[in-house]
């Protein structure tokens, strides 16, 4: 039955390309994705993401291509583009309904068309489908059909976390759904989950991601009262996590598209309905101010220290969502950043993975090398990537200026037990 299956991947970035390498294991594969840029460099065997490395693409035999009009020899189309938000913190569907339209363009009679986003509850049903008929002609649950898929792909985590975590999949009925357990079973080790319905594994898919913002928006909070109760939060939590059904959850900085997302997406999505989600929008906000918590609590340190912010240097230690991936889309980090310059400082950033030319477009700042970095009164290490956190406080020896250079841990990653007398400490 799958035999002479050929699947194609619409979008390949963090989220679609490990889904085309995992599935060229077994299938001819189809990668398509709007940029030609980013065609022309995979098909070089250049993965700017990190997530595929260059022996592994040249091994692969998926047809990258930026012609839709090559989606009409697969017969299972995965819509894996990302999702996003406007200005005003709103939905933002336009690469959803490009994708759906392009697809709809070019797929072939009896296709199965599975979406891979992030989208709110509904979405698959009320936007992409009837797209997909209004650009193919065809008929949904006649003429293709259609399913959905959530997205557990993580950046960092390398493809092969797409093949060994426990995969959900819901179709329009449930031929499609078996057929879609069928496929994604022939490759996932993890186990399929089938989920009830299309609205259910949407509405899943966010909660999972929710779940993780309001636990950390929770010891986000803590930090704040503890900071102002001269507490050390992470003392805190060690001692409450001896307790043995503590839910261990630690303070930091949450970045990234999936998780603002889903919080945003499902709270839009209750208010349509009639609802104010106020846990999840409440956990939201916290989190969003966590970069000016941060800039601010360093300004305080540094004016106890007798620093004048406005003659001060900060270095700051990474720019990307999460440690030991390039991907700087919604990080959190350019919030500390940008308090910082406002009151008058010299602000220093850099980062091991990320690109300048990425910085440059989404920011409009500058990254520098670990050699051009001048030495400063603080350094903020945002972003424990593995360079950072092997090199341990023996990193600070030259970036520190005079006796009591200032030292802010975001993550809590560096040994108290090894830290130098002269340096200043702080952590969420």
């Known amino acids: 039955m799958l035999q002479n299956l050929k699947i194609a991947v619409v979008g390949l970035g963090y989220v679609g390309l490990p889904i085309a390498a995992a599935f060229n294991r077994k299938y001819p594969v189809i990668g398509y994705d709007i940029s030609t840029g980013r065609i022309q460099a995979l098909t070089l065997g250049l993965d700017k993401t990190n997530e595929i490395g260059r022996e592994e693409l040249a091994k692969s035999t998926i047809v990258f291509t930026a012609d839709p009009s090559d989606l009409k ?93 426990k995969k959900v999949v819901a179709g329009q ?14 490759i996932v080790g993890g186990g399929i989950y089938k989920a009830p319905s299309i609205r259910v594994a949407e ?13 950390v928006a929770l010891m986000n909070e803590l930090a704040i009262i503890c900071e102002r109760l001269k507490i050390d939060t992470l003392e805190v939590l060690e001692t409450a996590g001896s307790k043995r059904d503590f839910v261990k959850a630690l303070p930091g900085l949450v970045g ?16 349509l309905v009639g609802h104010s989600a106020e846990v999840i ?33 900060v270095i700051v230690l990474g720019l990307s969502f999460k440690e030991d991936v390039p991907d700087l889309r919604n990080s959190k980090v350019i919030d500390i950043v940008r308090e910082l310059k406002e009151y008058g400082m010299d602000v220093q950033l850099a980062d091991p993975y990320a690109s300048t030319e990425d910085a440059e477009s989404f920011y409009g700042t500058e990254l520098l090398t670990r050699q051009q970095l001048k030495p400063a ?36 990653v560096l040994d108290m037990k090894k830290k130098p007398e002269r340096i200043q400490f702080l952590r969420l």
């Open 73 to 165: 020899e697969a017969g299972f189309i995965i819509i894996a583009v990302p999702s996003a938000i406007d200005g005003d913190k709103m939905p933002d569907l336009s690469a959803l309904q490009r994708a759906s339209k392009y697809v709809g363009e070019h797929m072939k009679k009896g296709a199965v068309v599975v979406y891979e986003s992030i989208v709110a509850p509904g979405m698959t049903e009320e936007l992409c489908i009837p797209l997909l008929e209004k650009y193919s002609g065809y008929e949904s649950g006649k003429e293709f059909f259609v399913g959905y898929s959530p997205p557990r792909v993580l950046a960092g985590g390398k493809k092969s976390s797409y093949t060994k975590t």
């Open 173 to 186: 009925n449930k031929e499609v759904t078996d057929f879609l357990a069928l496929v994604y079973g022939s």
């Open 281 to 313: 929008l409440s956990g939201r906000n916290i989190n969003e101010g966590m970069g000016r918590f941060v800039a601010q609590s360093l300004i305080k340190k540094m004016i106890q220290e007798n620093i004048n912010p406005a003659d001060g240097r």
């Open 256 to 271: 990234g598209q999936g998780v603002e997302l889903a919080s945003l997406y499902l709270a839009n999505k209750s208010q």
């Open 203 to 215: 509405t899943a898919k966010l909660i999972e991601s929710i779940q993780l913002d309001v636990n």
């Open 377 to 412: 009164h603080a350094v903020i290490l945002a972003v424990p990537h593995k360079p950072y956190k092997e090199s341990g406080w023996q990193q600070f020896e030259d970036l520190l200026i005079g006796q009591r250079g200032i030292v802010f841990d975001v993550k809590g």
